[in-house]
């Protein structure tokens, strides 16, 4: 089982954040404007090392780590991954199922903060 080390970028907990909230604007700000400040954030970068956890899904439950792994076969080809409609259309009662029958009694699910990102790999590459 493969460990890896790497350099993880985190923010960093600042004296500031005690009276202003922590922000990183990404448009241009007018030049009138009062505030010039794009952000108020500084980053620190720390080592952490990784673990290939896919010798352990097995031992991975969602009452002891807060996720579990689960293999399910997909009812649509991975290409579906790429559009929005489609993910919500087909996927996310996948998901709600899946969700329902590990946890059991679930009144209602909810898929927040997602979106639809394209792989650094090839779709084919997915199979």
Not at 22 to 47: C, G, H, M, Y
Not at 57 to 80: A, C, W
Not at 84 to 98: H, S
Request: hydrophobic share 40%; proline share 6%.
């Amino acid at each position: 089982m493969a460990t890896v080390s790497a350099g993880v970028q985190y923010v960093k907990l600042l004296k500031i954040f005690e009276t202003e909230v922590p922000f990183q604007s990404f448009v241009d700000i007018p030049e009138d404007a009062t505030e010039q400040r794009k952000t108020n954030l500084e980053f620190e970068t720390k080592v952490e090392s990784f673990k290939d956890m896919r010798d352990d899904i097995h031992i991975l439950t969602l009452d002891e780590n807060g996720f579990m792994v689960k293999q399910e076969p997909l009812s649509f080809p991975p290409e579906f991954f790429t559009q929005r409609e489609e993910v919500e259309k087909l996927y996310f009662p996948e998901l709600e199922r899946i969700v329902r029958e590990v946890c059991g009694q679930v009144d209602k699910v909810y898929f927040f903060d997602w979106r639809v990102m394209l792989p650094a790999c090839s779709i084919s590459d997915l199979r």
